[in-house]
């Protein structure tokens, strides 16, 4: 049973539109973490939230942490084909063991 | 930053053998490290938390004598699967705590 599920799952869209992925849980998490990853390639950490509301920008994204701290989003703004690739949130109910999320596989075309 | 070095970054060894990989801390020492394994298009399942003098503590489901793990310092884990055969073929990722949560490339394993 996973604990964290994504959604959505695919998503395929043309460069300079925006979207949105979820993260969402019936847990409560101490952390959340979102990562993206190519191909081939371990995940890259993009941002770690760990308060309840906690909003975070990194350039053109946006991590939001829930108030209840179970469950994120990441926007993107204006996506761009190097945005292309695997995304990834985790969610820590100890000290620094993650758990991570069903995935969020997305396709920026140019 | 710090650096969590993997090797190999892909084996093929034939079914019935047993593949090491190591995953090291380069500039940082780690206590725990953890082991993931990830099918093609799919997310990462934790495996085990591998810890520094002591035995790994392994998820449900994961076979601990099938996937040996051994952390004898402060910068390697090892996995050793044992008698691979061609269902354990799948990306194997290891972290480990820095500042942050940095993996390694990962290895690739195909066995045949």
Not at chain 1, 70 to 94: E, V
Request: charged share 20%; glycine share 8%; net charge positive.
């Amino acid at each position: 049973t996973q604990l964290l599920e994504q959604s959505p799952q695919f998503l395929s869209i043309q460069e300079g539109e925006n979207l949105t992925v979820y993260c969402n849980s019936s847990s409560v998490f101490s952390s959340l973490q979102w990562y993206r990853q190519e191909p081939g390639e371990g995940p890259v950490l993009l941002v770690t939230v760990v308060t309840g509301g906690e909003v975070k920008k990194l350039k053109r994204l946006t991590f939001q942490f829930g108030d209840a701290r179970k469950d994120s989003s990441l926007h993107i703004t204006a996506a761009q084909p190097g945005d292309t690739g695997l995304y990834l949130c985790a969610g820590a109910r100890g000290t620094y063991k993650y758990i991570f999320g069903t995935g969020t596989r997305l396709k920026v075309l140019a | 930053g710090a650096v969590v070095s993997q090797h190999p970054s892909r084996v093929i060894c034939k079914s019935g053998t047993s593949v090491k990989i190591e995953c090291r801390s380069l500039d940082f020492q780690a206590t725990t490290m953890f082991w993931y394994r990830q099918f093609p298009k799919q997310s990462l399942m934790l495996m085990a938390t591998s810890n520094e003098g002591s035995k790994a503590t392994y998820e449900q489901g994961v076979e601990k004598d099938k996937f040996l793990i051994n952390h004898a310092s402060l910068t390697l884990s090892t996995l050793t699967v044992t008698s691979a055969h061609p269902e354990d073929s799948s990306f194997y990722i290891c972290s480990a705590q820095a500042d942050g949560y940095t993996f390694g490339s990962g290895t690739r394993l195909t066995v045949v």
